[in-house]
């Protein structure tokens, strides 16, 4: 039905900056939110940070401030612009979908993409 590909992540140094990007594909009318997650080592995943189709966005507490989310909806594309890295933001970086609206005219939720590494050394 919905399907996402992250591409971006990789290894940076400390106070550097990462540009991630996530392309949604698939058999849909319009997305929702649309955003990121991340899971650092010991933690719980949490929101990075999403954005919807009319350009509200919600960030999560580690990223307000540094980190940016934009939106091309027309390229049904999500990105995300790390600034001021920390070796704390190392992680698996997921882009989320929490709902589309389906060509079959029902609902669909909770869609994940496959994982980003993001390393940030000290």
């Known amino acids: 039905q919905v399907q996402l590909v992250e591409s971006g992540g990789g290894l940076v140094q400390a106070g550097g900056s990462l540009r991630l990007s996530c392309t949604a594909s698939g058999q849909f009318y319009t997305m929702n939110y649309l955003g990121w997650y991340r899971q650092t080592p010991g933690n719980q995943r949490e929101l990075v940070a999403e954005?919807?189709?009319?350009?509200?966005?919600n960030y999560g507490d580690s990223a307000r401030g540094r980190f940016v989310v934009s939106r091309d909806n027309e390229r049904r594309t999500v990105y995300l612009q790390m600034d001021g890295l920390k070796p704390e933001d190392t992680g698996v970086y997921y882009c989320?979908?929490?709902?589309?609206?389906?060509?079959?005219?029902?609902?669909?939720?909770?869609?994940w993409g496959q994982g980003t590494q993001v390393t940030v050394s000290s």
């Open positions: 954005a919807n189709g009319g350009g509200s966005a």
């Open positions: 989320h979908l929490d709902r589309a609206y389906l060509v079959d005219f029902r609902y669909g939720y909770d869609y």
